[in-house]
């Protein structure tokens, strides 16, 4: 375990899939349905783990790239992560997750985008976790054009 903790949260599940979340300080508390591609019922108002993963990992990814950028002191504008997790079945037929991820740079020329883009996936905490483990497809976009 670390010792040099930065940050810590902790949430706890009641009831599986179909059931409910709780953050210990109660800030995150969500009720719960299995997808109907799932075979559930898919309950009005209610998230799945997936969009919690997708939602977490977009919003990590995002503080990397600003954070990645600053340091090589590039403006980047309001950039965007729209994460998709999708949930499949494996080659050994085992329950398996792909992520996909599309960031997009508005101030930013593609090729420093792109640049930018895969110094943050070295360096997200979601990113190394999950390395080597899931794929993790990332699609960047930029709005800048480039001078003649």
Request: proline content about 3%; charged content about 15%.
């Amino acid at each position: 375990m670390a010792t040099n903790i930065m940050h810590s949260a902790q949430a706890k599940s009641i009831g599986g899939r179909d059931g409910r979340i709780e953050s210990t300080d109660n800030v995150l508390n969500l009720e719960l349905t299995m997808p109907r591609a799932l075979g559930g019922r898919a309950r009005e108002g209610a998230t799945n783990p997936e969009q919690l993963f997708a939602a977490g990992y977009a919003a990590c990814f995002g503080n990397a790239v600003i954070h990645t950028a600053r340091q090589a002191k590039v403006s980047v504008g309001n950039i965007s992560v729209d994460a998709r997790v999708e949930l499949f079945m494996n080659e050994d037929n085992l329950p398996t997750l792909g992520v996909a991820l599309h960031v997009n740079l508005p101030d930013v020329v593609q090729a420093q985008a792109q640049e930018i883009v895969a110094q943050a996936h070295q360096t997200c905490p979601y990113s190394r976790a999950t390395r080597g483990n899931i794929d993790v497809n990332l699609i960047v976009t930029t709005d800048a054009v480039v001078a003649a």
